[in-house]
């Protein structure tokens, strides 16, 4: 028998992916709704939040707010009590890995934000300890609950691209250096000493994105940057960006397949959506970004002819088609969390674990050895058992 209610221990429930997408956008919208339903189409498992961090007023104001009857500064204590089923973390990504290691060690299913780890080793430690220790894992996925992403799996679940050539991504926005208008992320996302950096934070989402829609990573050629080396923090003080805002790469996939990834908080919008990936195949191409997905067909596809002499009138804009919202989707953050209850529940599949964190992580850290050293360099396959596994360059 399921049980009707699991004790969810959200660690971080304040910050900013822990209070707005882990909390209002999910746990309170599941609690709303009476719980998440499991496979026989009946039964409902209702959660419960106890939400954990360092200032127990802020923690007991967003209690209040929410109607939240729990609230702790004291992790050793929640996971010590068997009340609490899962232990959740949204902590600032340095924080993570001690936390996740006592959740490990206490027997708790354990579903974390991402990246894992700031290190390969310690991303696989992770994964490693979790197996040995038998508990349930996972890492979030979110962008792949996208409308526009759903869309393009679609299309190419239907084989609408024949055989696809290559795949080019654009995400970003710019991020204000915090003198004269605040920044719009926090500091510590400029700050390597941190655990910050747009590799760090953007490499582990393309790598479980690349996997699911295109083929895995075998290779990657990266150029970081620190375009802006000097911002303004949270409480106005002046600090130096020590990480990487910008990163341009390509990745080479299994099967082929060539993407190439621009990554940048120091680039202005001209594009209708904040990431835009264009996929070109033999029998047609799409433009998918956050919502919209827009295709054209080889049977649609006009001839441009190079005249850079004669101004070209022709609208190449207005040759796409835009693809109907047919599924609705929920919150992808919410959908995810609904997936791991019932993978811990009733052992529903849940490929999005540790291991799957830990070869986002590795993308990340052979993205920023590919720019320190000016390589390509080629990724091995992990696993849980073998002793080590590094990213080589060739
Ligand atoms: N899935 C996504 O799309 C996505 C987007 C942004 C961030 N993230 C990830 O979410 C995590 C949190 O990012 P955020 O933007 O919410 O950051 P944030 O700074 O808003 O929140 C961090 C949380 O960690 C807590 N914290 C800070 N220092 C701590 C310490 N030393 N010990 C314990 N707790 C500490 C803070 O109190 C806060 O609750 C990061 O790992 C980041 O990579 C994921």
Known sequence: MPPSRIGIIMNGASGRMGYRQHLTRSILPIRDQGGVLLSDGRTRVQVEPILVGRDRKKLQEIADRHNIAHVSTDLDACLADPQWDIYADFLLTKARVPALHKAIDAGKATYTEK?????????????????????????????????????????????????????????????????????????????????????????????????????????????????????????????????????????????????????????????????????????????????????????????????????????????WTTVPDNVPVDNGFKVQWEQFIRHVVEDAPHPYDFLSGARGVQLAEAGLQSSRTGTRVQLRELTLEAPHDVAVSV
């Open 115 to 319: 990246p894992t780890a700031e290190s390969l080793d310690a991303a696989l430690e992770l994964a490693r300890r979790a197996q040995r220790a038998g508990i349930k894992n996972g890492v979030v996925h979110d962008k792949l609950f996208l409308p526009g992403l759903v869309k393009l799996k679609t299309l190419i679940d239907s084989g609408f691209f024949g055989k696809i050539l290559s795949v080019r991504g654009e995400f970003g926005y710019w991020v204000f250096e915090g003198d004269w208008q605040p920044a719009q992320r926090p500091s510590w996302n400029y700050r390597a000493e941190d655990g910050g950096g747009i590799i760090v934070d953007m490499f582990p989402h393309w790598n479980y994105v690349l996997e699911y829609l295109f083929g895995n990573v075998k290779s990657v050629y990266a150029a970081a940057r620190t375009h802006i080396p000097a911002r303004v923090d949270e409480t106005g003080v002046a600090y130096t960006a020590t990480a990487d805002d910008a990163a341009y790469a390509i990745f080479e996939l299994a099967g082929g397949i060539v993407a190439q990834l621009n990554s940048s908080w120091t680039v202005r919008v001209h594009r209708r959506e904040l990431v835009e990936f264009q996929v070109d195949g033999t029998h047609g191409s799409a433009v998918a970004g956050l919502f919209d997905c827009r295709v054209q067909h080889r049977t649609l596809t006009p001839r441009p002819v190079w005249n850079p002499d004669l101004p070209d009138t022709h609208n190449y804009l207005a040759d």
